[in-house]
């Protein structure tokens, strides 16, 4: 697996920055200069209050969060690091409906400001199905650094599969 297919979506020159990041051993180093600290939202109840926190602060008019939680997701290079899931069902003549967000196991141990890009993204998409432009305005409204932001949890995620945890001593 090349980093060239995980990097796809970037401009040539960000790629090439990336790969010689990875092919000189200096990821980690980038990512802990950056973060030199792991986030204390551990507990997937925690997770709900810092999304929900998120969401009364930028998304009032949107369906509430019934569950935030951490799990492990099928393939991370595909870009599946989070889900967002809608569903309603019929109790009794009642329209119940469940709005649950689920974020990758590898996010329990990372830095804040990543953890947040995902929450964020899976956030945007109560408004937006797709990944456009008014989505992208959305996640920049919320997260001014996303661009960037993005890119990094990219790395990280990079780190965490094909070396090593970034806090593993
Ligand atoms: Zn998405």
């Known amino acids: 697996m090349s980093e060239k297919q995980y990097f796809l979506g970037y401009p040539p020159a960000i790629q090439q920055q990336v790969s010689q990041l990875i092919t000189q051993g200096k990821l980690k180093h980038y990512l802990l200069n950056k973060y030199p600290s792991p986030h204390q939202i551990i507990s997937d109840k925690a997770l709900f209050h810092y999304t929900n926190e998120l969401k009364q602060r930028y998304l009032k008019n949107t369906p509430v969060i019934n569950k935030a939680l951490y799990k492990k997701q099928k393939d991370l290079v595909k ?76 790395l990280f995620i990079y780190q965490c599969e094909f070396f090593e945890g970034l806090y593993e001593k």
Do not use: W
């Not at 119940?96 to 830095?111: G, W, Y």
């Not at 996303?146 to 990219?154: G, I, N, T, V």
């Open 79 to 154: 870009n599946a690091l989070g889900t967002h899931t809608f569903s309603s069902k019929n109790h009794g003549g009642k329209l119940k409906s469940s709005h649950e967000i689920a974020i990758a196991m590898q996010l329990k141990n990372a830095p804040e400001p990543l953890l947040k890009v995902l929450v964020v993204h899976e956030l945007a998409h109560f408004k937006e199905k797709d990944h456009n432009k008014a989505f992208y305005n959305l996640c920049e409204h919320m997260l001014p650094e996303y661009h960037q932001l993005e890119l990094d949890l990219r």
